[in-house]
């Protein structure tokens, strides 16, 4: 009976432990596929003699396809940050607890603001780490970024082409094919942080219904020795009062055979 808990415990582990991983590959794959965009959609346009076609359906001018690379060697700093973090490498400072989710942001402005599940992703790896008030001011912060970050304002303000703008110069099926690989992994990616977040309350539920549990038995357990604790000074009080008898009696009777001694001597 005891293995059970143990178990299931066990059990829960491994599927959070899954849903990370699998978050982490899908957001890994998705930001693959963006960046791609970026860079292959103006040289396909160039090579092909469609360069100012292309141009012209665009809001404005857009970055060099080789500033892609900024969000590509972000999103290593993000692994390498994150993997370092579990090993225990970087210590527990404020600093470091948002060094994660500083190089999300990174990879989320390099890739044009189109994609910011990696704020999701950078959620799956700390909260567990946080407990309490700094658990709940984490979420406060991630989720104020993550709308922040939705905002079509924003990616105009900050003079971004999104990818729908690159997806445009697509025609047929290849659009359509693309812009449902994107929908596709931005909606798993959604499924399996919903997952992640409800397995990992489930299980912060179980620990504290079992921490009620134990503190309930404590209660009674406690309740226990305070009626033993009682019963052990009657006890002790009883045993004090017979031996104080004791020795009167023990008293009595030397008293009682002395002076029977001295009164027979004296007869």
Not at 9 to 37: K, W, Y
Not at 142 to 158: E, H, N, P, R
């Amino acid at each position: 009976m005891s293995d059970g808990p143990a178990n299931r415990e066990m059990q829960t582990d491994e599927s959070l432990t899954l849903l990370r991983q699998g978050t982490l590959l899908i957001n890994l794959a998705l930001c693959a596929f963006l960046g791609a965009v970026f860079v292959l959609t103006p040289l396909r346009a160039v090579q092909r003699a469609e360069g100012v076609s292309f141009l012209q359906g665009l809001s404005i001018l857009p970055a060099a396809p080789w500033s892609v690379s900024f969000a590509a060697l972000s999103l290593l700093a993000f692994v390498a940050v994150d993997f370092a973090y579990r090993r225990g490498r970087l210590g527990n400072g404020r600093i470091v607890f948002w060094l994660e989710p500083g190089v999300a942001l990174l990879v989320i402005l390099a890739l044009h603001l189109d994609y910011n599940g990696l704020l999701l992703l950078a959620v799956v790896n700390l909260v567990d780490s946080l407990h309490g008030r700094g658990r709940m001011l984490f979420l406060g912060a991630m989720t104020s970024l993550y709308l922040l970050t939705s905002l079509d304002v924003l990616q105009s303000g900050l003079g971004m082409v999104s990818v729908s703008e690159y997806l445009a110069y697509y025609e047929g099926q290849p659009r359509q094919l693309m812009q449902t690989a994107i929908g596709l992994l931005s909606a798993l990616n959604l499924i399996l942080f919903i997952g992640y977040m409800v397995i990992l309350v489930g299980r912060r539920t179980e620990e504290n219904a079992a921490i009620r549990r134990l503190n309930g038995e404590l209660a009674r357990a406690n309740d226990k020795l305070s009626v033993l604790n009682g019963q052990l000074k009657e006890y002790a009080a009883e045993s004090e009062r017979m031996a104080e008898t004791r020795e009167r009696n023990r008293l009595a009777r030397e008293i009682h055979d002395t002076l029977g001694h001295a009164l027979t001597g004296i007869t």
